[in-house]
């Protein structure tokens, strides 16, 4: 059964920094691209960012290019998001996801709150 457990969502002033991470089970990890998402109370669900099974990040969404950094560890099956010069509107609920044989699958969610 495909999982996803995010974590590392926390409190952050504006400025900061955090490092989000996907731990995922239950398919070959290494075979699929990663997705990273996020979802606010005034917006729909929008792709962050994607990268390729063997660690090329293929797309940023504008508002964070320069400022995040997607990575992965096929041998731990895990996707990380670093997020740098944190903003009060990247406050989202963040989740990794992937398409596996037509169906996307989804985390749980980590939030992420910008607020001095």
């Known amino acids: 059964q495909v999982h996803f457990v995010e974590s590392g969502g926390d409190l952050v002033q504006p400025g900061g920094s955090l490092k989000l991470s996907c731990e995922a089970s239950?398919?070959?990890?290494?075979?699929?691209?990663m997705f990273w998402y996020r979802q606010s109370h005034q917006s729909g669900r929008d792709a962050v960012a994607s990268i390729t099974p063997s660690g090329t990040v293929l797309y940023y969404a504008d508002p964070v290019r320069g400022r995040f950094t997607a990575s992965r560890d096929n041998a731990k099956n895990a996707s990380y998001l670093q997020m740098t010069n944190l903003k009060a509107e990247d406050t989202a609920t963040y989740y990794c996801?992937?398409?596996?044989?037509?169906?996307?699958?989804w985390g749980q969610g980590t939030q992420v709150t910008v607020s001095s």
């Open positions: 996801s992937a398409w596996i044989q037509g169906v996307q699958y």
């Open positions: 239950g398919f070959s990890f290494s075979d699929f691209a």
